[in-house]
């Protein structure tokens, strides 16, 4: 087909559209079939480069050539120049295939909106209610992180244990401190404690979730070493200083029959980060 020099553009045009819609496509394929970094790469380039290169050469093409110069006048607008302006327009060269390329920029927008959609697929599956909730039922026995069972004996006045529910040793979300205090411990003391001064916490940092390490018996103080946020186990592990602004959430506990320390209940709230900071519905 013998194509005006013209008019090549415009064919141009539609070459880059239609390019531009095929690299679209082809990037949704590769997501969708398990994707590849660097080939998604090139491909959005493509896309996107094939849409700039349509619009410049459509843009450039249909726009009057040659320059237009006009003399700085009064700031009134009469009808000569009026005319002249629409007749400046009216020099355009008019679009050849309007619909062709019409179509093609169309499909072109199309295809790369499809291929944008696919991607929220990789924000991973809807946690529902996971987060609101830890591995820690109603009976859970406490072990160590060896999965040895803890005894209300196996801690001295003073002491710290890391713990978790049986058969969850590895449930992060879980990990709890188990300390025992004296039994003199100072008013109001935590409410949840057993008649042994047995009582726990959630290790994780209620500011960003590091793991509260260090329990400073003398003080009945919790540090987390991160940023510093302190908790005051006697006033039940609310914070009193660093950027930690909620308290450490207490897992209900007590001792059964046979001497082991059990949860009484999952923890009555979130663990973690403020963020959490609300109730449960
Ligand atoms: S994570 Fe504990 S103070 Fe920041």
């Not at 209620?206 to 400073?216: D, E, I, K, M, S």
Request: hydrophobic share 40%; charged share 20%; proline share 8%.
């Amino acid at each position: 087909m013998n194509v005006p020099k013209d008019h090549a553009g415009d064919r141009w045009a539609g070459i880059a559209f239609v390019v531009s819609a095929l690299a679209s496509l082809v990037l949704t394929i590769v997501y969708v079939f398990g994707g590849q970094p660097q080939l998604e790469g090139a491909l959005l380039g493509v896309a996107l480069g094939g849409l700039a290169v349509g619009v410049a050469l459509v843009a450039k093409h249909m726009l009057p050539e040659g320059g237009e110069v006009q003399e700085r006048g009064p700031l009134f607008v009469d009808e000569e120049d009026r005319r002249e302006v629409l007749s400046a327009f009216g020099r355009g060269r008019p679009v050849a295939r309007r619909r062709f390329l019409a179509r093609a920029f169309g499909g072109a927008i199309a295809a790369l909106g499809l291929a944008t959609v696919f991607p929220i697929r990789s924000l991973g599956e809807r946690p529902g209610r996971l987060l609101f909730h830890t591995m820690w039922r109603t009976g859970s026995r406490m072990v160590t992180e060896n999965g040895d069972l803890v005894r209300a004996t196996d801690l001295t006045v003073g002491g710290v244990l890391t713990v978790f529910p049986q058969g969850h040793e590895r449930a992060a979300d879980s990990q709890t401190l188990l300390l025992r205090l004296p039994l003199d411990v100072q008013a109001p003391g935590p409410p949840d404690v057993t008649d042994d001064g047995l009582c726990a916490f959630s290790k994780i940092c209620t500011h960003a979730g590091c793991p509260v390490g260090l329990y400073q018996a003398s003080t009945q103080e919790l540090f987390c070493p991160c940023h510093q946020s302190i908790f005051d186990v006697r006033a039940g592990a609310e914070p009193t200083a660093g950027p930690a602004t909620r308290p450490l959430p207490q897992l209900p506990l007590e001792v059964d029959a046979e001497g082991y320390v059990v949860a009484k209940d999952d923890y009555p709230e979130p663990v973690g980060p403020g963020f959490w900071n609300r109730g449960r519905d």
